[in-house]
């Protein structure tokens, strides 16, 4: 059996966490802040922090474009709230200039539940993952407000709001399920 090589963007958020669930899950992790260690991996996670930095950080590393290039190209990316962000098409409440990788056909809005204080915890029913529901962590998280016809939400809050949807290599959560000890999300991604 081979062992999958997943990189975790490695510029800001909550990169250690990452690691360590897929680790734990058998993949080969290697941190990605260079191109040639892009070129390596087999899949790649971006993590949660903050959309805007991270953006800005993938510039000056110069990964922005061979990031974007490979997700075109099929890489498979599990992105967690700023990497939800980073994921989508379309954004709504970007900063001035502020891009995006895209390769998901959604549009998020930033920030969607408020400030910090704001964050909050609840669970969520996710049928491809079967029970228990997630039990989810939402810190300063965006929302998916549109999917397009490629994108299927896995996941909504009570009142309809899509906090999860994957598109063919693709998966974004605006939660962070590496937080909580939630694993089946990097499962699939693995998968």
């Known amino acids: 059996m081979t062992v999958a090589?997943?990189?975790v963007l490695a510029l800001q958020g909550d990169v250690r966490e990452h690691a360590r669930v897929l680790t734990d899950a058998g993949a080969d992790v290697a941190?990605?802040?260079?191109?040639?260690?892009?070129?390596?991996?087999d899949g790649l996670v971006l993590p949660g922090g903050e959309s805007s930095v991270i953006d800005k950080l993938a510039r000056?590393?110069?990964?922005?474009?061979p990031i974007r290039a490979a997700i075109a190209d099929g890489l498979p990316v599990l992105g967690t709230c700023a990497g939800l962000i980073l994921l989508a098409d379309r954004?709504?409440?970007a900063i001035a200039g502020q891009r995006t990788f895209g390769g998901?056909?959604?549009r998020v809005q930033r920030n969607a539940f408020g400030s910090q204080t704001q964050s909050f915890e609840t669970d969520l029913a996710v049928p491809v993952l079967g029970d228990p529901p997630v039990h989810a962590v939402f810190i300063r998280a965006p929302v998916v407000t549109e999917t397009g016809l490629d994108a299927t939400p896995l996941a909504t809050l009570p009142d309809g709001r899509v906090?999860?949807?994957?598109?063919?290599?693709?998966?974004?959560l605006a939660f962070h399920p590496e937080s909580?000890?939630?694993?089946r999300f990097h499962a699939r991604f693995l998968d």
Do not use: K, S, Y
Request: no cysteine.
């Open 5 to 7: 090589r997943v990189g």
């Open 31 to 41: 941190l990605v802040r260079r191109p040639a260690e892009l070129a390596q991996v």
């Open 60 to 65: 000056a590393f110069d990964l922005f474009e």
């Open 91 to 93: 954004i709504d409440g």
């Open 104 to 106: 998901l056909d959604v």
């Open 163 to 172: 906090v999860a949807v994957e598109q063919d290599n693709l998966l974004g």
């Open 180 to 183: 909580t000890g939630e694993t």
